[in-house]
């Protein structure tokens, strides 16, 4: 992960999961939609995209050719949204609007994970700089999440898989977890054979494990301590991750 | 469920869950999404749409009035045709498409998960009228799928919410189940507070029973008798059943 | 015409023509067009849609995925409005709109007819929700406005043709009249030979008659009562009805 | 009416009817519509549009920038499709599609009539061109039509409203006729009180009137001569006129 | 030039060189792009289309049937805007903006150019009727500005290429000027072979003496006399003509 | 520049100009546009964009936000492949396209110029990967082309303005060159005060100097030696670079 990639933004990170490479912005911008006008609150929302050479197979149009968002994407980045959602006491932040934009350089399996977890520690320092720079006064950030696929290939359990294996798998779930260790989102998918109850669990625990070495990874990233923990009390239990 | 609802369909239904009522097509196309051309194979998708006046709170305004494919619309018709490919051998199919169409006449809660159930019966109408009518030799059809949602309200899992407790519950999840009681799809995401793994289990059992139960009305629908078990065995397990 | 068929619209109904189902929905709206911000006037108007399986010959393509309205449902939703305007007091509506939705299930000739029908009942049963509920003090329709179809088929004056030999008329001629028994619309269109003024005549008094029996079970739809007169007297004729 | 006004449609024809001025030119291309497509017809259609700053009142946004075309234009645009392709017998155009475009330099009430008249000169000119250049044997045309617009402004019918009269007239309605005195299509609209019978007859009346010197004005431009009776007999009344 | 070619434009001009004829209008607005909002600042943007029977070799499809603006269009319509903003100072125009609207009705070579000189009539008429009526008190009016197309065809350096020859020329080149001889625009573009200094040189002299003929025609048929020499002093010099 | 810096393209470099980082990449698809079916001829295309926190001053929407190709893009993407494609002698390409991606990570200025050196090395890498595979027999390289902006700023010619200074730069001018000297493109623009002769003779010449240097770092970076000359003789000269 190469954080401040680039200097425009408010937050960047360039994710380098093999040859996944994912450029994940955070921007700030001092407005909310319109569900949220008066309300006080304020909104994470993604956009997610692929260069049109970032797969192998070929060229791939753009949406704007088309003039229509790739369905693909739209499933994506509202997972991204969600996922980053839960993350942010959303009362916190004012009416603000952070967008995280995740585009895709180069992709080889496990994008979507890729961008969640990049996506973080892009949020994570827009959120640091407007507390320094006195925009926010309390931090909003509840906790971190991350995000990490699992599969069974050839009948076994396996995690990360690049493109190769990922596109032969018998099943594909994408995790997202909170740093401590409860989920945050969960989307498995049988792609040629459904899946028993004692195959989710060993994919689970898969997940679990490799998302605990990604979090150290993410808090070296964004300034490396590991975040204290913020006690998931009263206030925020009550408070709403619910997004549109 | 109210089968053959409409007469120029090749399948349909209308479901009724509660003030959930959705519409279910099938339609026989002989022709082939481009990617699959000179394959053999066929394919089947999935289209979900509102009404306009389908929920309260409001009027929605069309797709086509903002000539964008809603994002949540979206998403919805991507895990129904997904979850409906699970239950055909498309390579038995020829080269077909049968499109679903799940239109909501009225929403209260659980459109997708009915959207899943109502368009299994659907394509199972339509497969049957090819078998019949001799454009297939062999059925296609390895499996039923249906779908239930399930989610933690107020601390306490539970089945099937309705729209009002459905939007303050804590926990929101769609399973999509085999009739042999394996997994096909599993959407769960926290609306609220990230869930554990205890509450994940206390959920899929609540589904798992629920599913059997809506299996027993689907089969009815569908002419009353139990589907007899295909034989899972070799042949199937080789069949691939991704899509895009 | 199953009255109140869904229960978050204003005003709705099922109208089943023989095989042609339409549901037909009102919503109200505070708001008005922007061409009317500030008259104090309001405003109806009418949307059209066919499910991608209502006709037979093969599914049609939803507007959303050619990212165009189609230009027949754009013509027929500006006849549904033009002629439901013609039976409101637009300056008693306030600052509102009413929007009607005619979305066809099912088609067998006769669609835009029965949506005229059917949007009238919807469009009164959502005049005297407002009545009931005191948002309006004074009713503002008109009149009743009820559409039928003629044509020439096989050189014979014929009255609501379905689908089969709607397709080998000679002409086809939408009436849109109101119950006092003048014209509101008239739209009549050679298919393969232009007609002569007796053949117009021919099909104007089979439109009225059949018009006559349709005031009679539309005013039974919406309450069992004949409209009482409303002297269309010195106040409405100054009043406009013209659209946009 | 200035003919072949640009040079490199196959007919062209300015028409300017008082401030209303009306570009129709018709291109000729050998190709046909998917639907026709191995049929042996051809096929007529018209596409209509205001330039910008045609009318009073402010400019208009072109269609492109709101990306939709415009729901009058395509009402029109299919009402002078249908006349002109009731002038033409389509079997004997062989697989080739002409089409009308009606382009509105300036307006002042009437351009619809203004361009069905126009764009007949227009599909005559291309016709005549493609019968001396040996492209067609036989002369496709059945008939001439003509448009024109009546209507009742303060109680009395009028013919050809200019836009101030218009705008203010109680019933608005359009004639399509052929030269034979028979009708091709009839839009007539209640602006601000329905109309009777009589008022009715009165118009039509009228513009049958005004369309016998019209007829005798077109003929002028397309060459000077009335057009020969060509006898609408058994060939014909068998063919088929209708349209998409 | 024919001025005041249409009645509803601020400003009108139909442009006939040879076989391109283009209609510029003029349109003043009350309103400001939102970037201008506040700026007290005005607005002057260009928009070009071609009818679609405008060029030889085929009709050519409307921008709206393919739902994209056409990209020689977008490339043409900045290029007009910015040659015409740099003939005003947007600081005395108050917050108004100013439509440039140029449709070809016929093309035969040249088009932008026609459009640019027959855009800076068109605004200089509207300029002109706002000052007489009070809108404007001072003459926003910097400055005239031109176009003329020059080329190498066949190796010689040659003047307003017809399309036969432009279309077979080594080099194609546009000069914007102001009436003092100075360039606003200059875009050349090598179509066969690069070109050498020498040849620019050439070019541009041709493209002077060309446009001061240009200049004395504009000058005749915005009123007959050159325009006064405005100072083009220290105010002007300070005061931006960038645009967007 | 970073040569090869992602996988699957057929070329691909990233470009770093002070903060101007664009990511160039070169697709080879055995396809070609419809107008050049059956011609023999290959063609070269590019497309242009940014990403959405590539620019300070907050974040762009992405086009298909807006359903529009913005229009700076599709003006500078034109100017991109006009200028590539004068590098190419499309007659020996075969029938392919190569299309040219140039999107922008982050900008500060000369992203235009940037886009068309980098493009000419992935097109270059793209092409010499074809001749190595066998896909081509002849390079059909006729030049090397790159380019630079120049500008004028307090009255002073400058090279290669950065975002800071270029926004207050009196004239800004982008000058395409061939590697023999000669222009390919040229697009001079007086943002604030026209420009005279002299100042474009200022400009050419720090242009072409300017030029010489980046021609030795894009030789180096597609391998280190310089293009060998390659007579622009009787057959090239013959060729047509023109594109659509």
């Known amino acids: 992960m190469v954080r401040d990639y680039t200097k425009h933004a408010d937050g960047s990170v360039l994710v380098k999961w093999g040859d996944t490479w994912v450029l994940c912005t955070a921007c700030v911008e001092e407005k909310t939609p319109p569900f949220l006008k008066g309300s006080g609150r304020g909104w ?6 692929m260069l049109p050479s970032a797969t192998g197979g070929g060229r791939r149009e753009r949406d704007i ?11 994506i980045q509202r997972l991204i949204g969600r996922s980053l959602r839960a993350a942010v006491d959303l009362s916190l932040l004012g009416e603000r609007q952070i967008t995280i934009d995740c585009d895709v350089l180069q992709a080889d399996g496990g994008t979507r994970c890729a961008s969640i977890t990049g996506g973080m520690v892009a949020l994570e320092t827009a959120v640091r700089k407007m507390l320094s720079d006195g925009r926010l006064a309390v931090d909003p950030l509840l906790r971190r999440v991350a995000a990490v696929s699992v599969g069974i290939c050839d009948g076994v359990p396996a995690l990360d898989l690049d493109y190769a294996r990922d596109s032969r798998a018998e099943v594909d779930m994408n995790v997202v977890m909170a740093d401590d260790g409860r989920f945050v989102e969960l989307q498995g998918c049988a792609e040629r054979e459904p899946f028993s109850g004692a195959q989710l669990a060993a994919m689970l625990t898969l997940a679990k494990n490799g998302l605990r070495r990604i979090f150290r990874i993410a808090a070296a990233a964004t300034g490396g301590e590991a975040r204290r923990p913020r006690r998931p ?11 549109g």
Not at 65 to 75: G, I, M, T, V, Y
Request: proline share 0%; no cysteine; aromatic share 4%.
């Open 65 to 75: 050719k088309k003039l229509k968002l790739d369905a693909r994407s739209a499933e």
């Open 44 to 49: 994470v929302t993604a956009e997610y995209a």
């Open 233 to 243: 009390g009263a206030a925020s239990r009550k408070r709403s991750l619910r997004g």
